[in-house]
């Protein structure tokens, strides 16, 4: 690995963990799930099957996307989980992993210490194949797969840190 | 117990697990809110013994109506359950008037220890 690769790999581990504890904490607590991570990769470009994915922006000091994508199974598990239902509509599920997104990206922008506080979106639910949601910054997407007693599913995130930071 | 909570929350995952959370604490009645303009009219509208506000939600954010109904004069205790979890958003909160602060991921046991106070207040002023 060249030094510039290994001071990349080393920018991004920095700014993705605090997405994956945001992750941790929030399966814990709203779920009572204790997911392990996979390696941190390059997000693929391919389609993305029937997968359905709550993305939220931030912005301000820092800006970009996370998304949390998850297989239909997956999706479906952890609504009940959270809502403690064993069987939920598709809007109660479109519902629950917007509010998960948003949970996540909520506990890991408190994590960058900027003074201005890093402002989040609404969340927004993608269903189906063959998208990918584009940055004009051309930041890359970065993805952390888990698997958990719920089903698996990514964490994906494309962030410019706060200046300084 | 005779209370009455308002949830404003635009997640409906949330207001349901709030609800049942406050009917476990023997909160009588429930009402809710799906946005922050929602939240302004229940309050003034109704009278609550207490009122659990999310921060980011549309038409207008939690903050906003909070501030909207202190400057009505609405003195009904405010407790802020969001995922703005940054010491700043909690300053700014209670200088506008919150009288509590519940960051999200939360536990019941969290919630229930916020929330009992104000219940246990406004049951022996009933």
């Given at each position: 690995m060249s030094a510039a690769t290994a001071d990349s790999a080393r920018l991004h581990v920095e700014y993705i963990n605090p997405f994956v504890m945001g992750v941790m904490s929030t399966w814990k607590t709203m779920l009572r799930s204790e997911p392990k991570r996979g390696a941190l990769q390059l997000a693929p470009e391919h389609e993305h099957g029937n997968d359905t994915t709550a993305i939220v922006g931030?912005?301000?000091?820092?800006?970009?996307?996370?998304?949390l994508r998850f297989?239909?199974?997956?999706a479906s598990a952890?609504?009940?989980?959270?809502?403690?239902?064993?069987?939920?509509?598709k809007e109660a599920v479109i519902d629950a992993i917007s509010e998960l997104v948003n949970i996540v990206g909520g506990a890991a922008k408190a994590q960058f210490k900027s003074n201005i506080p890093i402002v989040l979106g609404l969340p927004t639910v993608i269903h189906g194949a063959g998208?990918?949601?584009?940055h004009r910054t051309g930041v890359r997407w970065l993805a952390v797969p888990f698997n958990s007693d719920l089903g698996s599913f990514v964490l994906e995130v494309a962030f410019q840190p706060p200046a300084g930071s | 117990m005779s209370?009455?909570?308002?949830i404003a929350d635009d997640s409906t995952t949330i207001r349901k697990i709030l609800a049942k959370e406050l009917h476990a604490l023997g909160v009588a009645e429930v009402v809710e809110a799906a946005d922050g303009v929602e939240a302004i009219q229940a309050i003034g509208a109704g009278q609550f013994d207490l009122v659990l506000l999310d921060w980011n939600m549309p038409k207008a954010t939690g903050i906003?109506?909070?501030?909207?109904?202190r400057a009505k004069g609405h003195k009904v205790p405010v407790i802020m359950v969001t995922s703005e979890a940054e010491k700043s958003r909690v300053i700014e909160a209670v200088q506008a008037g919150a009288n509590d602060y519940v960051v999200k991921p939360f536990t019941?046991?969290?919630?229930?220890?916020?929330?009992?106070?104000?219940i246990t207040v406004a049951a022996a002023a009933s």
């Open positions: 931030l912005s301000g000091p820092a800006t970009g996307t996370v998304a297989p239909p199974e997956t952890v609504a009940g989980r959270m809502l403690d239902e064993s069987s939920v509509s998208y990918r949601v584009e | 209370c009455r909570v308002l906003d109506a909070l501030k909207s109904i019941g046991q969290t919630l229930a220890a916020k929330v009992g106070r104000f």
